[in-house]
């Protein structure tokens, strides 16, 4: 039995919001601008990534792209952060675009604003969807054939979606109390579908380079390529083992000092080395295994955090509020015709924004808090209500009655 490598990558940078005070509002309708505050200057810190993991990693795919013709992969990126690159670091987008254009990467459709909209919103979902399509068919000349929400943010409910929507393939966490017995590193059906498939992501093996590669404190550091191939290969039930994880995890979250470079330069060579051993892209990986079996998943499933679950944006009363607060506002926002307006708040239903408010403690806690450029939850809760009541604001403006 051949087993395949399926690497997908998710890429993604927000417009964070800056010091936004409340003085601001009705008076400065720059909610991102990006030389307020340096945590929260988005142009350093699109640099700051492209430096750091970008152009290394995209340097390290391209060779091995280059070097082994059976070597493919998945990635996602958000039409935000094709934005950003588009304005302050082109040559990063072309360096994407480079490895595109080998006709061994394939793009994975997603919303363009990596939002959460699908659980508040179909029309805006649906035309987020329609917005990020658009764009990588545009800057990629590819059209997605697979698909995964914000997050990974998955149920019956998205699959059926998807599939009614024409996608191949759709993308969701292998949780152990979805999974029960069964294992991820196989080809699957979602519940109530009749085309599509679903890949489940095997957490286990993707945290090991994603978390766990750096930790000195683990029993299995210092992981090498060798090793994890090896593990790979002596896994007696698998026809896909689906490793999913952020792009950043090459530089960002695995600083190059780890060696986490290295190991993504020699793992293609050692896996290919075993017989029947190649890589997969997801609608491939899909497209090539038969499913063995259905998939029913009633209750959302995420990949964050130890829940699974939605609590990181949604989990406390400030994020409730924040984001019913938004939505409420869709349709006198869209009846503006406003797009400087309209475009401002598709930025704030970025999913970033309420995982900054997240308060959860241990473990989970110390994760938001790395990725937040606030200095706590609050902070976070009081700029975006602040740029909040300027999207009021600026509806007034518009003889909008609220």
């Not at 991820?184 to 599509?196: L, S």
Request: charged share 20%; hydrophobic share 35%; aromatic share 14%.
């Amino acid at each position: 039995m051949s087993k395949s490598i399926v690497l997908y990558l998710h890429v993604h940078q927000p417009y964070r919001i800056r010091h936004y005070t409340i003085f601001d509002a009705g008076n400065n309708h720059n909610y991102f601008d990006t030389h307020y505050d340096d945590r929260t200057n988005n142009e350093r810190i699109i640099h700051k990534v492209a430096e750091k993991s970008y152009i290394p990693t995209n340097r390290v795919l391209k060779k091995l792209l280059d070097t082994h013709p059976e070597f493919k992969l998945s990635l996602s990126i958000t039409g935000t952060l094709l934005e950003q690159l588009e304005r302050w670091s082109p040559a990063t987008l072309a360096s994407f675009q480079d490895l595109v254009s080998t006709g061994r990467v394939e793009i994975v459709g997603e919303t363009y604003h990596h939002s959460l909209a699908f659980f508040y919103s179909q029309q805006e979902f649906e035309a987020q969807v329609r917005m990020h399509r658009e764009k990588i068919e545009d800057l990629f000349l590819q059209t997605p054939t697979a698909f995964r929400n914000t997050e990974l943010a998955y149920n019956n409910d998205l699959a059926v979606w998807a599939d009614r929507a024409g996608y191949k393939t759709i993308l969701a966490e292998g949780w152990d109390p979805i999974l029960g017995w069964r294992s991820p590193n196989y080809v699957y059906t979602p519940a109530h579908t009749e085309q599509i498939r679903l890949l489940m992501k095997n957490y286990k093996l993707s945290d090991d380079i994603a978390f766990r590669f750096g930790d000195k404190n683990w029993s299995e550091w210092p992981l090498t390529a060798d090793t994890f191939a090896h593990w790979l290969g002596a896994s007696p039930d698998a026809t896909n083992f689906n490793l999913f994880m952020d792009y950043e995890t090459f530089g960002e979250h695995q600083w190059g000092e780890t060696g986490i470079f290295d190991f993504l330069e020699h793992l293609p060579g050692k896996w290919l080395q075993g017989n029947d051993h190649t890589f997969m892209t997801v609608t491939e990986a899909a497209q090539s295994n038969q499913p063995v079996g259905e998939i029913n998943v009633e209750h959302t499933t995420t990949w964050a955090d130890t829940e699974r679950d939605l609590s990181a944006w949604l989990g406390n009363p400030m994020q409730q509020q924040a984001i019913h607060g938004l939505y409420e506002l869709q349709s006198k926002v869209i009846g503006t015709s406003d797009l400087r307006l309209i475009e401002d708040w598709r930025k704030l239903q970025t999913s970033d924004h309420f995982y900054y408010m997240c308060t959860k403690w241990f473990n989970d806690g110390d994760i938001h808090a790395y990725f937040s450029p606030y200095a706590s939850p609050y902070d976070a809760f009081m700029n975006f209500m602040n740029a909040y009541h300027d999207i009021r604001y600026r509806l007034a403006t518009h003889g909008v009655i609220l």
